[in-house]
């Protein structure tokens, strides 16, 4: 039996897992584009050029140019920065807020219902309708695009927390901590939060992906980022009036979501593997 | 049978009020005043008040709640600030789209998922598990008005065999039903292959291939019908998905869809509708969640148990009839 802890465990198996590897050096690469955007991108991503409007790819535009003469590579670089922020931002806050409710309700039986109730609720409904209906009211900009998405991913974190939370809270050393005076806070930071991550960090991995597909596909149809912000969701609806002379317009931006949600699903995948404990023997 | 059929019956009425409830509620502080909306913005104050008094704007929340409620039940989704006409009628117009649309796409999707799943599952580690697995991650990942995009491009602006948008004949849907199709066959299979997988290790399924069974009919009647739970979890979810989703592929190809239908109400401010269509497509899942639990306990006899179907001996049920 190993003595190392089950984090350094998954760790060392995350790494026997070539792609899911690959799939976090290029999570990494894609952070570092979106952090250095204005260093690499070849031109300014707004300025517009009417002399070359529509231009296929060539050697001064590899991604071609859009109908107002702008560069889409340039583009592409800069939308990264929403793209990445906006999910990792909006996961983040949904985890964090979710985690908390998540173990509120497992730790106190009193919340459990109320907030399991509304969890299972929000879960049921569409999460496009959800969206929608979110953003209908609170009206249409990137905040309230960032807040309806933060609600729509919080109760998944607040499900899987709450399962994961209840196994542990049965064990003994937690039976051992409130016997040596930890009080609640201590004992919930201390013991159960760190031994119920593993379901919580692959959530966070998966639903990064998706999340990253609903904020495109709300900028897609209009009720997200707004032009001339240079966002790939919002870059694919404007190249849909020109799919027939500029395709590359629609489907390049396209491209990018893919590979942000392919290599976010892949290391979910392994994250999973490496942290199942059925696997784990 | 009745037993869980009611159980589920009830616990679904409860659902449906909650998520009507937390509608209700979000909508409820929309800012601006529907009179005015329903009106005009040149409207006399008279007939902004003769409006209120109408349609009960100035009453205490839960007295609304409650009408609007009631009036759900009627199928009364009030009136259209945009065409003054009511609201149900013109959702049940364009309900058939998105459900031949869903229906279409999950039914294609049930087709390529699970024998994709299947054979992943049986002949784990070949190359078409490798294959299936890939293209199944792919199209998890790939944006539904993306993938519509690229479809377009080549069928329709390509090679010219399909139409791009319209909703006419068989012809015009092949396209928006594929595109969702593809994406939902990707979710199944994933599912089916997990599934299946768990499954196929099982005792009872060495004890059918020691008994001789043809591999055929173990896959099927054995392996297949227990890692069927899964599979209809995942199903009617994405069922759901695509009824709130396919707004999305009704924008690309031009389909007049409810989804279509509450996007355009949000930018003209035409709460009824959005609130209506809204409560109807929660409405939808309500009843497919439902569905899929009768399934659950049609599939596995367990499930059916679970609710207090006791087996009552002979004599017993005799004295009970």
Redesign the interface.
């Known amino acids: 039996m190993s003595r190392k802890s089950p984090m350094s465990n998954a760790w060392r198996k995350l790494k026997t897992n070539r792609w899911a590897m690959v799939s976090l050096v290029i999570i990494v690469f894609l952070f570092l584009v979106a952090i250095f955007a204005p260093i690499l991108t070849p031109y300014n991503y707004a300025a517009q050029n009417y002399e070359s409007v529509l231009k296929a790819p060539s050697l001064a535009h590899p991604f071609g140019t859009d109908n107002f003469g702008r560069d889409v590579l340039s583009r592409v670089i800069y939308g990264s920065r929403y793209t990445m922020f906006i999910g990792f931002g909006c996961i983040t806050a949904a985890a964090v807020i979710g985690v908390t409710l998540g173990l509120i309700a497992a730790y106190f039986p009193k919340f459990d219902n109320i907030i399991m109730r509304v969890v299972d609720i929000v879960i049921g409904m569409p999460t496009m309708t959800l969206l929608m209906c979110i953003i209908a009211v609170l009206g249409v900009s990137i905040t309230n695009m960032v807040i309806a998405l933060c609600v729509t991913f919080i109760p998944n974190f607040a499900r899987v927390t709450r399962a994961q939370a209840l196994t542990v809270k049965n064990q003994e050393f937690i039976e051992a901590a409130v016997a040596i005076g930890a009080n609640d806070r201590r004992i919930l930071l201390k013991h159960i939060l760190p031994n119920s991550l593993a379901p919580i960090i692959v959530e966070y991995s998966l639903s990064t992906g998706n999340l990253v597909l609903w904020s495109a596909s709300l900028s897609f149809i209009g009720m997200g980022v707004q032009p001339p912000i240079p966002e790939w969701g919002l870059m694919i609806s404007a190249g849909r009036g020109y799919l027939r002379s500029a395709w590359f317009l629609a489907i390049i931006p396209g491209l990018a979501i893919i590979l942000l949600t392919f290599v976010l699903n892949y290391l979910g995948d392994g994250l999973r593997d490496a942290l199942d404990p059925r696997l784990n023997k | 049978m009745a037993r869980f059929i009611f159980n589920r019956l009830i616990s679904m009425i409860f659902?449906l009020l909650?998520?009507l409830v937390?509608?209700f509620t979000?909508?409820y502080?929309?800012p601006g005043d529907p009179a005015i909306s329903l009106l005009g913005e040149n409207a006399t104050i008279e007939a902004v008040k003769d409006i209120h008094t109408k349609l009960g704007l100035d009453d205490p929340y839960l007295v609304r709640l409650g009408r609007c409620l009631w009036d759900f039940v009627h199928a009364d989704f009030g009136i259209s600030y945009r065409s003054k006409t009511p609201v149900f009628g013109e959702i049940m117009a364009r309900y058939p789209t998105t459900l031949k649309l869903t229906l279409g796409s999950t039914i294609l999707g049930i087709l390529i998922g699970v024998s994709a799943g299947i054979v992943s599952a049986v002949k784990q580690y070949s190359i078409f598990d490798r294959v299936f697995t890939t293209i199944s991650?792919?199209g998890?990942?790939?944006?539904?008005?993306?993938l519509a995009?690229?479809l377009?491009?080549i069928f329709s602006?390509w090679l010219g065999w399909l139409p791009a948008t319209g909703s006419y004949e068989l012809k015009y849907w092949l396209l928006p039903v594929f595109t969702m199709g593809l994406q939902c066959s990707a979710f199944i299979m994933r599912m089916t292959r997990s599934s299946m997988l768990e499954v196929i290790r099982q005792d009872y399924v060495r004890t059918a291939r020691a008994k001789g069974q043809t591999e055929m009919k173990i896959i099927i009647n054995h392996a297949l019908r227990n890692a069927l739970i899964p599979i209809l979890t995942v199903t009617g979810m994405r069922l759901?998905?695509l009824?709130?989703?396919s707004?999305?592929v009704e924008?690309?190809f031009a389909l007049p869809g409810i989804?279509k239908y509450?996007?355009d109400s949000?930018?003209f401010q035409d709460?009824p509708v959005?609130q209506g269509g809204?409560m109807w497509?929660?409405f939808n899942?309500?009843v497919i969640?439902f569905i899929i639990d009768m399934l659950y306990g049609a599939v596995d006899p367990r499930i059916r148990s679970m609710y207090g179907v006791k087996k009552l001996s002979r004599r017993q049920s005799v004295k009970e009839v």
């Open positions: 659902v909650a998520t937390i509608i979000l909508m502080f929309v991650l792919f998890a990942s790939a944006p539904s008005f993306w995009m690229v377009v491009l602006l759901c998905g009824l709130g989703g707004v999305l924008t690309v989804g509450i996007l949000v930018s709460y959005v809204v497509i929660c899942c309500v969640t």
